[in-house]
Every structure is written in C-alpha cells, then in structure tokens.
C-alpha cells in the first residue's frame, strides 16, 4: 500500500534539545495522526489532526496538519531520554498509510 | 484513548501449525479492524481490512487463505496464520477503529517465532 515519506529517517539530540520531524504525501487526507511506538510495543496515538492548519499540542509535543492537507510536522520540545522510540504518522482518507518513521535517540 | 487488547503478545510454533491472535477493542465497538505486519525497523505494512460481519479485504500480496481474519463481533478480530512457516514470523499488529472515529487505537502486538 501507499506509504508516506517520513524524514528524518532517524535523528540522535541531546537531552533538552528540540526535535522537528515531518510527513509529505502526494496525496491528501481528512486526517492526520502522529504515533510513538516503543520497542515490542504496538503505535500510542500521540496527536491527531482534522483540519487543513490545524495546530494542536500535547504537552511538549506540537503537531500540525498543512494548508495543502499533504503534509504535517510533529515538533518535540525539551527532549528527554523517555522521548526515545519510533514516531510514525499517519494519514487517513479511505483507509491509514503510515509513514516511514522516525528512530529518536536522546542522549543524556 | 481506547484501549485495544492483542493476545498473545509472543507465541512461538512449529512449522506446519496455525496460530490464532486475537484482537479485542475493550471500550468501544470497532466496526473496522485492521490487521498490520512489521519487519524490524521498518514501518507498518497493512495486510487486511476487516468489517464486522463481513469478510476481510486483503492487501494485494497478502494470501487470504495463509492468513485468515474473522471479525465476528463489534469487539473481536482474530488472525490465524495457517501453517505457519519461518518466514511467517514477524511482528503483527491489529488497530481499531470506531465508525465515527478517524482514530485508529492499535494493539500491543504479537511478536510470532516459527521454528
């Protein structure tokens, strides 16, 4: 199925820096989802966006859904060691593409 | 969130047996249930869609018959693997989705060893 394309592939921060990553696809979605999956665990839904310029936060964690409905960022503040794991997101129209993901390394 | 219930988290079979996972949506009805596999560091590859009550839609490439998916009720989707080879194991997972929701709630996955 249609995947979408994910950068950076991985990224490895300093405890306290801040952490951009973001999605595109040649398509556009009604929704847009942002997950962490830790090792041997299945995706936790961390934001979810349904409005093209929607900005949305979770805590340390901002997301937005782009004016085109193609792309959207997902931006950690303050990284800290607990921040590590993959992050996917994930668009949905007639069924969810996942993107690529995200391996985050902290470092203490 | 919703909470998705996946069993078991790890089984390990002989080649030639079948393993069934279960897939429980614990508070609210998932009309949609979606079954994913995941080779390690690579992202989610969906293998079928299930509906309650109807019969699965499978990925191109994904044989229907190797992988059989029942979403009996509004709360249960199980997924046996068919005699199952080496190459069947892998990470599977299953999602949920409610039909008003564009949320997807996944399971915490089973980690299948065929030896």
């Known amino acids: 199925g249609q995947q979408l394309n994910q950068s950076p592939q991985s990224m490895f921060i300093q405890e306290g820096e801040d952490v951009s990553m973001n999605c595109t696809s040649s398509?556009?979605?009604?929704?847009w989802l942002w997950y962490k999956q830790d090792p041997g665990e299945g995706p936790v839904l961390l934001i979810a966006?349904?409005?093209?310029?929607e900005l949305t936060s979770n805590g340390r964690l901002t997301a937005q859904f782009g004016i085109t409905r193609k792309d959207s960022f997902l931006n950690i503040s303050a990284s800290i060691p607990s921040d590590v794991g993959i992050y996917f997101c994930?668009?949905?129209?007639?069924?969810?593409?996942f993107g690529t993901g995200t391996s985050l390394t902290v470092i203490p | 969130g919703a909470v998705v219930s996946q069993h078991p988290s790890r089984v390990i079979c002989k080649s030639g047996t079948s393993v069934k996972i279960e897939c429980r949506s614990l508070d609210f009805q998932a009309t949609t249930m979606f079954w994913y596999r995941q080779f390690p560091k690579q992202s989610l590859m969906l293998m079928a869609t299930s509906n309650e009550g109807s019969k699965a839609t499978y990925e191109q490439g994904v044989e229907k018959d190797k992988f059989l998916i029942n979403h009996a009720s509004l709360t249960l989707s199980t997924l046996t693997v068919t005699s199952a080879h080496p190459e069947d194991s892998s990470f599977y997972i299953c999602s949920a989705t409610e039909v008003q929701n564009t949320e997807a709630f996944f399971g915490q996955g089973t980690r299948l060893t065929v030896v």
């Open positions: 994930a668009g949905r129209f007639d069924q969810f593409y």
């Open positions: 398509s556009i979605f009604n929704t």
């Open positions: 966006l349904y409005k093209a310029g």
